[in-house]
Nanobody, 125 residues
Framework: QVQLVESGGGLVQAGGSLRLSCAAS????????MGWFRQGPGKEREFVAV????????FYADSVKGRFTISRDNAQNTVYLQMISLKPEDTAVYYC??????????????????WGQGTQVTVSS
């Protein structure tokens, strides 16, 4: 049973920073492509960032490019999302997700096999 547990969310003022973590257990972490998604109130879950198995390849949604950085530490079975220059529109529940490698589209939710429970990020103006 693969489990993903997010942490690091909270309340921050616009322009501030947060670092989210997602700890994985129950699988071979280095074989997973790892993604971050978010879902604001009344909105669909949307792609934020993805990182390849070794950490060499990353892709970001246009809305977060230049502000968010995804990284991973395979020795610690953890993926991170460093967020800077936060905006009120970044307010959402943030989810990490794991793809065993059979998916074909990293920006679609159906690609991912496992999901965390989410962590709330609230950015005040």
């Amino acid at each position: 049973q693969v489990q993903l547990v997010e942490s690091g969310g909270g309340l921050v003022q616009a322009g501030g920073s947060l670092r989210l973590s997602c700890a994985a257990s129950g699988g071979v972490f280095s074989r997973f492509v790892m993604g971050w998604f978010r879902q604001g109130p009344g909105k669909e879950r949307e792609f934020v960032a993805v990182i390849g198995r070794s950490g060499d390849t990353t892709f970001y949604a246009d809305s977060v490019k230049g502000r968010f950085t995804i990284s991973r530490d395979n020795a610690q079975n953890t993926v991170y999302l460093q967020m800077i220059s936060l905006k009120p529109e970044d307010t959402a529940v943030y989810y990490c997700a794991a793809d065993r490698g059979l998916g074909t589209n990293y920006a679609r939710t159906y690609t991912y096999d496992y999901w965390g429970q989410g962590t709330q990020v609230t950015v005040s103006s």
